[in-house]
């Protein structure tokens, strides 16, 4: 089956969306998953490593803060009767509240450096699964006209892989022992929600989608310079031409030649940051 998405614009066919879906599953499979399972599992142990040092570290300083407020306490006992007690207790409670404070927003705040960027990483995945999720349910329930299922077969191919990559920076950040992001972007929903309202048909979703890998792939390779670990880099270097591949068979979705470019179809600069987030 060939379909035109645009006027003036390059014809596409089923079998040639589905032939590029098979060839990105394959590679994704192949290639970027095992690459990116071996780096995820030393950084993962690094930073299990880290935590656990920095535990130990702690408790030994709690240890030896409790043997001191011990003493002190023995001290107070013989001056003053049941005051020792309460001043130990609300010492220990409050060393406890202040070791590890909770992340709030899904676990995307209160974090700094390499796992600060895996947490915008994760939260953007989030986001790209859900909107494929609901593309998906609104093709398949016949809110978009007709929508070629080789269209949907790769909508559901990219939301997977998504998936996959959300989980591999959520890994790395219990691996460091913070929250799971599990929220979407704060920055980018609204925008994501209100143009989703607006889809009518392939076009329109397919629009959406390229907008959003888009997004992701100018993010990575803009995070890429801030990360500081080998591994973060690696990882990141691994997902970020995934989301590139999307976009290419998005744009070929939309009749258009792969790449960025203007309105007119006048090509960019390889990837450029513009639609880059923090």
């Known amino acids: 089956m060939r379909f035109r998405t645009r006027k003036n614009q390059i014809e ?39 935590t656990s040092r920095a535990t130990d570290r702690r408790t030994f300083l709690l240890g030896a803060g409790a043997l001191a407020v011990g003493g002190a306490a023995l001290v107070a006992v013989n001056r003053t009767p049941g ?3 309460a001043a130990t207790n609300s010492s220990s409670s409050s060393s406890a509240s202040s070791a590890n404070p909770p992340n709030t927003r899904g676990g995307i705040t209160g974090l700094s450096g390499d796992l600060a960027v895996a947490a915008l990483a994760a ?20 809110k978009l006209g007709t929508v070629p299922p080789a269209v949907v077969t790769f909508a559901e191919t990219a939301k997977s892989q998504h998936t996959e ?9 219990t691996a460091a022992g913070k929250h799971a992001v599990t929220v979407t972007d704060p920055k980018l929903t609204p925008t994501v929600n209100q143009k989703f309202a607006q889809v009518t ?12 890998e888009n997004v992701a792939a100018q993010t990575y390779q803009v995070q890429a310079s801030a ?21 290419a068979i998005l744009y070929f979705v939309l009749g258009e030649y792969p790449g960025t470019q203007t309105a007119k179809g006048t090509p960019l600069a390889f990837n450029p940051t513009s639609l880059a987030t923090s």
């Open 12 to 50: 596409t066919t089923e079998a040639e969306i589905s032939r590029m879906t098979g060839d990105l599953e394959d590679l994704h499979h192949d290639v970027g998953m095992p690459a990116m399972h071996e780096t995820l599992a030393v950084w993962a142990e690094d930073l299990r490593g880290a």
């Open 83 to 85: 005051v020792a007690g």
């Open 123 to 142: 939260s953007l995945e989030n986001l790209a699964v859900y909107a494929y999720g609901a593309g998906i349910g609104a093709a398949t329930a016949g």
């Open 165 to 173: 990559h959300a989980a591999a920076w959520n890994s790395i950040l």
């Open 201 to 212: 048909n392939v076009t329109d979703l397919a629009d959406l989608a390229l907008l959003l």
């Open 227 to 247: 990360l500081k670990g080998t591994k973060a880099i690696e990882t990141a270097a691994t997902i970020q031409p995934v989301e590139m591949q999307h976009a």
